[in-house]
């Protein structure tokens, strides 16, 4: 925004556009949980190996978070709109080559190729939608519907997953995404402008492999931790990762045009919006991992049962966006921010108040609330993220804001789980069994009260350090988050 001139608002045709924007976001977050649910008919058929099951489930997410920011700054260079257009292309034509995938390794390829092209959707729409709604407050609700959009995926995944895979075989739940894809690309070049900067520079493929290797290694070492304990093989990954990641940014100061711009990072709103969503991020899959082995191991539920349950906190979510920019009309956003995340914080010390009786209504509340007061941040913290930095950047700082949630989400997973492990095992007699010290699920007879018991301790510790996390997330998002006005520099708008 220039001087004292008041924003251009959106109209008609920017509204519709972000109806398409939309769809993608849709079905990433569809893609990443139906796979789950084809598992059991996927090695019925391919019969893979356990190691090519391990990388068939999780090369997609690995390939989004390593090549976020990558594909986020080609589509400053090249145009947000041809590069979503092409990721939507790529990832119709991955998902039919992974829906008739003769053989694991096929398979691994075509998953492989669904998270290169994933990673060019996420950064493209929401930098476009940067440019395409500069007035404020158009812009919140245009981020809370687009983040409602992955919020809603999540929720009808295993629906529309389920369904798929009572009357088709596996491959049906790639298929899935195909028509949207097409959609997208047919519509996309009526209803999307394209932008893209007016400064061009070569694309480092350095650099670019650095950003992979390093974001790869982190989060695979962080993935170990999570699923197997601290191993010399975790570390050297984590390590060797952030070894890459320390290279790439010296290799980054020296560059004409550098694959990521470090001055972002001096701009104090980009920075505090960043480290806030970061922070909540940790918390909410890490305790959602415990809260669900709590539903099944603890108050005896079901899959299908804890299932159902969980879907009542990835609803709040979406509520929670929804309200959002209604909340903003009334009272300072940064407050309610601030506001939401302290109940978010007083809810996540419920935890502590669940029991072996106490069933599943304690954690789901405590998490219901919880996604409630921390969806108004999200929301604050995207818009700042894409508001604040040079709309020549939008792309890439978008591809930042998800990259630091892809490696928040992995260590939050690590780490909780790490704590609960820790509290866990303390919290079992001397002689427990070797199998039991590994893991709830392997108690039986006299071992299995003691090994509730254990894990309800575990659960209570990890409330009161997940409530910390957030209350501090609180106290910085009240203290930093201060919107400056921007000042918007030149681009090269191309109408279509």
Same mark, same amino acid.
């Given at each position: 925004?220039?001087?004292?001139?008041?924003?251009?608002?959106?109209?008609?045709?920017?509204?519709?556009?972000?109806?398409?924007?939309?769809?993608?976001?849709?079905?990433?977050?569809?893609?990443?949980?139906?796979?789950?649910?084809?598992?059991?008919?996927?090695?019925?058929?391919?019969?893979?190996?356990?190691?090519?099951?391990?990388?068939?489930?999780?090369?997609?997410?690995?390939?989004?978070?390593?090549? /976020?920011?990558?594909?986020?700054?080609?589509?400053?260079?090249?145009?947000?709109?041809?590069?979503?257009?092409?990721?939507?292309?790529?990832?119709?034509?991955?998902?039919?080559?992974?829906?008739?995938?003769?053989?694991?390794? /096929?398979?691994?390829?075509?998953?492989? /190729?669904?998270?290169?092209?994933?990673?060019?959707?996420?950064?493209?729409?929401?930098?476009?939608?940067?440019?395409?709604?500069?007035?404020?407050?158009?812009?919140?609700?245009?981020?809370?519907?687009?983040?409602?959009?992955?919020?809603?995926?999540?929720?009808?995944?295993?629906?529309?997953?389920?369904?798929?895979?009572?009357?088709?075989?596996?491959?049906?739940?790639?298929?899935?995404?195909?028509?949207? %894809?097409?959609?997208?690309?047919?519509?996309?070049?009526?209803?999307?402008?394209?932008?893209?900067?007016?400064?061009?520079?070569?694309?480092?493929?350095?650099?670019?492999? %650095?950003?992979?290797?390093?974001?790869?290694?982190?989060?695979?070492?962080?993935?170990?931790?999570?699923?197997?304990?601290?191993?010399?093989?975790?570390?050297?990954?984590?390590?060797?990762?952030?070894?890459?990641?320390?290279?790439?940014?010296?290799?980054?100061?020296?560059?004409?045009?550098?694959?990521?711009?470090?001055?972002?990072?001096? %701009?104090?709103?980009?920075?505090?919006?960043?480290?806030?969503?970061?922070?909540?991020?940790?918390?909410?899959?890490?305790?959602?991992?415990?809260?669900?082995?709590?539903?099944?191991?603890?108050?005896?539920?079901?899959?299908?049962?804890?299932?159902?349950?969980?879907?009542?906190?990835?609803?709040?979510?979406?509520?929670?966006?929804?309200?959002?920019?209604?909340?903003?009309?009334?009272?300072?956003?940064?407050?309610?921010?601030?506001?939401?995340?302290?109940?978010?914080?007083?809810?996540?010390?419920?935890?502590?108040?669940?029991?072996?009786?106490?069933?599943?209504?304690?954690?789901?509340?405590?998490?219901? /609330?919880?996604?409630?007061?921390?969806?108004?941040?999200? !929301?604050?913290? %995207?818009?700042?993220?894409?508001?604040?930095?040079?709309?020549?950047?939008?792309?890439?700082?978008?591809?930042?804001?998800?990259?630091?949630?892809?490696?928040?989400?992995?260590?939050?997973?690590?780490?909780?789980?790490?704590?609960?492990?820790? !509290?866990?095992?303390?919290?079992?007699?001397?002689?427990?069994?070797?199998?039991?010290?590994?893991?709830?699920?392997?108690?039986?007879?006299?071992?299995?009260?003691?090994?509730?018991?254990?894990?309800?301790?575990?659960?209570?510790?990890?409330?009161?350090?997940?409530?910390?996390? !957030?209350?501090?997330?609180?106290?910085?998002?009240?203290?930093?988050?201060?919107?400056?006005?921007?000042?918007?520099?030149?681009?090269?708008?191309?109408?279509?």
């Amino acid at each position: 925004m220039t001087g004292t001139a008041m924003p251009q608002r959106a109209g008609r045709r920017e509204w519709i556009g972000l109806a398409v924007l939309v769809l993608p976001t849709v079905l990433i977050s569809v893609d990443m949980s139906v796979l789950y649910l084809a598992v059991p008919k996927l090695s019925a058929d391919l019969q893979p190996t356990s190691v090519e099951l391990l990388w068939i489930t999780d090369i997609y997410g690995f390939l989004i978070a390593g090549s /976020l920011i990558t594909m986020g700054t080609i589509g400053d260079r090249i145009g947000r709109r041809k590069l979503l257009l092409i990721g939507a292309a790529a990832f119709g034509l991955a998902s039919v080559l992974a829906a008739y995938a003769p053989t694991p390794e /096929l398979l691994i390829a075509a998953r492989a /190729l669904l998270g290169i092209a994933g990673a060019t959707l996420m950064p493209s729409t929401m930098s476009l939608i940067r440019n395409m709604f500069h007035d404020d407050r158009q812009r919140t609700v245009a981020l809370s519907l687009w983040m409602t959009g992955f919020s809603v995926g999540t929720v009808i995944g295993p629906l529309v997953g389920g369904l798929l895979l009572e009357h088709f075989w596996w491959g049906s739940v790639f298929l899935a995404g195909v028509p949207v %894809m097409a959609l997208l690309v047919v519509l996309g070049p009526f209803l999307v402008p394209e932008f893209k900067t007016l400064t061009n520079g070569r694309i480092d493929l350095l650099s670019t492999a %650095m950003s992979l290797g390093a974001i790869l290694g982190v989060i695979y070492g962080l993935k170990q931790i999570a699923a197997d304990g601290l191993s010399l093989e975790a570390a050297a990954a984590i390590v060797a990762g952030a070894g890459l990641a320390l290279a790439f940014v010296r290799r980054q100061r020296r560059l004409e045009h550098p694959l990521l711009d470090l001055d972002m990072f001096k %701009m104090r709103e980009f920075t505090a919006a960043l480290v806030t969503m970061m922070l909540v991020m940790l918390v909410g899959p890490g305790t959602a991992f415990l809260v669900s082995q709590y539903l099944q191991l603890v108050a005896g539920l079901s899959p299908l049962e804890a299932g159902f349950w969980s879907l009542i906190p990835a609803v709040a979510i979406v509520l929670g966006f929804v309200a959002a920019p209604i909340l903003f009309r009334w009272l300072p956003r940064v407050y309610v921010a601030a506001g939401g995340l302290a109940i978010g914080a007083l809810a996540l010390l419920l935890l502590t108040q669940t029991d072996q009786t106490s069933g599943p209504l304690v954690p789901t509340l405590a998490h219901t /609330l919880f996604f409630l007061g921390a969806s108004p941040l999200i !929301v604050v913290g %995207m818009d700042l993220v894409v508001g604040s930095a040079p709309v020549e950047r939008s792309g890439a700082a978008s591809a930042i804001s998800e990259t630091g949630s892809e490696l928040s989400a992995a260590l939050g997973i690590a780490a909780f789980g790490s704590i609960a492990t820790a !509290v866990y095992v303390s919290g079992l007699p001397a002689d427990a069994s070797a199998a039991v010290r590994e893991t709830l699920a392997a108690a039986t007879g006299p071992e299995l009260e003691q090994a509730r018991e254990a894990f309800v301790g575990s659960l209570h510790v990890v409330g009161i350090v997940a409530a910390v996390v !957030v209350a501090t997330a609180a106290v910085l998002t009240a203290v930093l988050l201060e919107r400056d006005n921007a000042r918007e520099p030149e681009l090269e708008v191309v109408e279509s």
